[in-house]
C-alpha cells in the first residue's frame, strides 16, 4: 500500500520551458513533503522542501505547491535546463520525531537542449 | 570530503553467504538510516539509530542487522543473502528535531547482487 505515489515514470521537456512533476499522497497526516533528484550512480540529493501548512515554496527555479484537499504536490521547474536531467522523488514526512520519509518511485526528467 | 560514505559501492555475492555493508558520516548528525531501493525503484526504509539507539525497525527479515558503534556510524550485516535481496542499499543521515525537514543526505548506494 504506497502513500505516496509519482504516476508518471517519465517526462520530457525542452529547455528553457517549464517542467512539472506530480505527486500524491494518501496519508492526512504528513506534515512535510520534499522533493529529492537523484543522477544516475549517486545517492538522492534533497532540493526543496514545503510544510503542510503552505501550500507554496520557493528556492530560485525550483517552486513546490501543496494542494491538501487534493493531497497532491507539484515541483515546478523554470526554466528547465539540461542538467535539470535526473531523477526526481517525492517524499513525506509522518509527523514522529523519528525523521522517518516516505518516498514515491520516482519520474526520470529529461531536458532536451 | 564526502558527507556520507559508503563502502563498497558494488557488491556481488552468491547465495547464502554473509555480507556487511559500511556507512559513516562527518556531517555531525544525530540520526542515521539505511534504506532499500527495489527493482520496482521504491526507497523503502529499513532501520534508523538516532544517536546509536535504534528508532526504527521496518518488517525487515531479521538476517539484516544494523550495528550503530557511534553515531557516526551505521553499518548494516546480512546473514544467508538470497536472490530477493539484491537491491540498491542506501545510507543516509539528517539532523535530529525539527532540522529534520532539510532533509537527508545520502551516500552514493551500495549495488548488491546476489547470484
Known amino acids: 500500500d504506497q502513500q505516496v505515489k509519482q504516476n508518471s515514470p517519465s517526462l520530457s521537456v525542452q529547455e528553457g520551458r517549464i517542467s512539472i512533476l506530480n505527486c500524491d499522497y494518501t496519508n492526512s497526516m504528513f506534515d512535510y513533503f520534499l522533493w529529492y533528484k537523484k543522477y544516475p550512480a549517486e545517492g538522492p540529493t534533497f532540493l526543496i522542501s514545503i510544510s503542510s501548512i503552505k501550500d507554496k515554496n520557493e528556492d530560485g527555479r525550483f517552486t513546490v505547491f501543496l494542494n491538501k484537499s487534493a493531497k497532491h504536490l507539484s515541483l515546478h521547474i523554470v526554466p528547465s535546463q539540461p542538467g535539470d536531467s535526473a531523477v526526481y522523488f517525492c517524499a513525506a514526512s509522518e509527523g514522529s520525531n523519528t525523521g522517518k520519509l516516505i518516498f514515491g518511485q520516482g519520474t526520470t526528467l529529461q531536458v532536451k537542449p | 570530503d564526502t558527507a556520507v560514505s559508503q563502502t563498497p559501492k558494488y557488491l556481488v555475492t552468491q547465495m547464502g553467504n554473509d555480507k556487511s555493508i559500511k556507512c559513516e558520516q562527518n556531517?555531525?548528525?544525530?540520526?542515521m538510516y539505511w534504506y532499500k531501493q527495489d527493482s520496482k525503484k521504491f526507497l523503502k526504509i529499513m532501520f534508523s539509530?538516532?544517536?546509536?539507539?535504534?528508532?526504527i525497525n521496518e518488517t525487515v527479515p531479521n538476517r539484516f542487522s544494523p550495528k550503530s558503534p557511534d553515531k557516526a556510524h551505521l553499518n548494516l550485516h546480512i546473514n544467508s543473502l538470497e536472490l530477493g535481496d539484491s537491491a540498491v542499499y542506501f545510507c543516509a543521515s539528517s539532523q535530529g528535531g525539527e532540522q529534520r525537514h532539510y532533509g537527508y543526505t545520502f551516500g552514493s548506494g551500495t549495488r548488491l547482487t546476489v547470484v
Open positions: 556531517l555531525g548528525h544525530d540520526t
Open positions: 539509530y538516532n544517536n546509536k539507539e535504534l528508532i
